[in-house]
């Protein structure tokens, strides 16, 4: 086993979370493409409740997911990873059993109050090494994107088999399945990660929120969200419209989804080898909110709809992968973790807002209007993302010190951001550690521990 790869402990965490998070996230998006249609089955049925029941689950997510984190610290990360994914079940519970659109609203909200995003990411962290840390979060990250696809078809599918009850029990079950995997699958953790890989920090949150390219992103990827839970609550609605039957929405989903992929990642490809990152990123943008805009306008066939809907899922493809890197390559060295904190709330909380928004626009006027409101997030979010600056490309690492003063600290920083390839250095003596961020072609590891003390 060398340095470079990961070891079977962190494979078997890499993979376990994974599926937590990927069974989690089911819960979120299987609901997206059917609760417009099999909803109507329901007491007090209409668009704007549509739109708070998709959008409840974000918004009792992006309150409580700092604090659940924060309680993980304390606690430890698997009693409040097996309560959330408790809390999580019963809600599931609630909505399959309800007979009104208000109590489904209230058992996603339930779904939500089972924030354990930070405590897994935390997790996460603390079963793994530093330098294969990234590893271990990009095989969570596909895992995110993959449980959407798969959604996708589920969703349907369970749907036209067994109505919108269905869905909740499926999510209900895959929550269970999650608590046998963290219970007796996830490897133990021997020691915490430090708080500033993974968790947000109170007296942090202020000076990233003011931080003005990091508020750039934070109210991007709010705003990305925002259009994704605005479209569906007309988008399913318009595939029947079309004459496309509900239990064959699959058929569109699932080649766009696809077929984003595939053409996401030559994209993202080519912007990273020409330094055209920007370019790519406000392209992006103004690709998703024209392609709104032509739904909006009115496309006569269920092919012109599947053809917006791939330029789509392409921008928020490209923009939901590249977005966490900046941030975390733009976050002060000892705070990327409150600057995930800040950036995931912002995420949640937009899937809220769209919900309402898609909701109030539908029951207000037409079908179509949604996706206008949706294009004009986009031209948004184009104006505020124009003057926006790619940082360069780093690499975050901590280091273990012992020190026992802040004078200490101090000299040791200074030693530290002088070493080849360090560009910013940050040392906590509260927490015995040194952040560092560097670039990665110049950077001497080996360096860095001998002048912390570590060799």
């Known amino acids: 086993m060398t340095a470079s790869s990961l070891n079977s402990r962190e494979k078997r965490a890499a993979v376990s979370l994974a599926s937590v998070f990927a069974f989690r996230m089911l819960g979120l998006f299987m609901l997206m493409p059917v609760l417009a249609i099999y909803g109507q089955e329901l007491s007090g049925f209409s668009p704007i409740w549509i739109g708070f029941a998709i959008g409840a689950y974000g918004l009792t997510q992006a309150v409580l997911q700092i604090p659940m984190g924060w309680l993980s610290d304390k606690i430890g990360r698997k009693k409040v990873i097996v309560g959330g994914l408790t809390v999580f079940a019963i809600g599931s519970m609630i909505a399959a059993t309800a007979d009104s659109m208000q109590?489904?609203?209230l058992g996603r909200a339930l779904q939500g109050m089972g924030a354990i995003a930070s405590s897994l990411l935390a997790f996460a962290s603390d079963l793994s090494r530093d330098e294969q840390r990234p590893k271990v979060m990009a095989v969570i990250g596909m895992s995110i994107g993959m449980s959407f696809a798969i959604a996708m078809l589920l969703g349907p599918m369970v749907a036209a088999a067994w109505g919108l009850a269905?869905?909740?029990?499926?999510t209900a079950i895959l929550a269970v399945v999650?608590?046998?995997?963290?219970?007796?699958?996830v490897p133990k953790a021997v020691s915490k990660a430090p708080k500033g890989d993974t968790l947000a920090s109170v007296?942090?949150?202020k000076k990233l929120i003011k931080?003005?390219?990091?508020?750039?992103?934070d109210l991007g990827v709010m705003l990305l969200h925002l259009t994704l839970t605005t479209i569906f609550v007309a988008l399913p609605g318009q595939l029947i419209a079309k004459g496309l039957a509900a239990q064959a929405h699959w058929q569109v989903y699932i080649p766009v989804l696809l077929l984003a992929f595939l053409l996401m990642a030559p994209v993202m490809?080519?912007?990273i080898r020409k330094e055209k990152e920007k370019l790519a990123f406000v392209g992006s943008i103004a690709v998703l909110a024209l392609s709104m805009l032509a739904m909006a306008i009115g496309v006569d066939s269920i092919i012109g709809m599947a053809m917006c809907m791939l330029a789509y899922f392409?921008?928020?493809?490209?923009?939901?992968?590249?977005?966490?890197?900046?941030?975390?390559?733009l976050a002060p060295a000892s705070q990327k973790g409150s600057a995930m904190g800040v950036f995931s709330s912002g995420q949640f909380f937009g899937a809220f807002l769209g919900g309402i928004l898609g909701g109030y626009v539908a029951q207000s006027t037409t079908p179509q209007a949604v996706f206008a409101a949706a294009a004009v997030v986009g031209v948004i979010w184009l104006i505020l993302a124009w003057n926006m600056q790619v940082p360069p490309r780093s690499k975050m690492i901590s280091l273990m010190t012992e020190l026992s003063n802040e004078q200490q600290a101090q000299t040791l920083a200074s030693r530290l951001v002088a070493l080849p390839g360090v560009i910013e250095a940050t040392v906590v003596c509260d927490e015995n550690r040194s952040y560092l961020k560097i670039d990665d072609k110049e950077f001497d590891l080996d360096q860095a521990r001998k002048v912390a003390g570590l060799i």
């Open 166 to 170: 269905g869905v909740f029990w499926l």
């Open 211 to 217: 931080h003005p390219q990091l508020a750039r992103l």
């Open 178 to 185: 999650g608590i046998f995997i963290v219970s007796f699958l």
């Open 269 to 271: 490809i080519i912007a």
């Open 314 to 329: 392409v921008a928020f493809n490209f923009l939901e992968a590249t977005m966490p890197a900046l941030v975390s390559r």
């Open 203 to 205: 007296s942090d949150i």
């Open 103 to 105: 109590m489904v609203t």
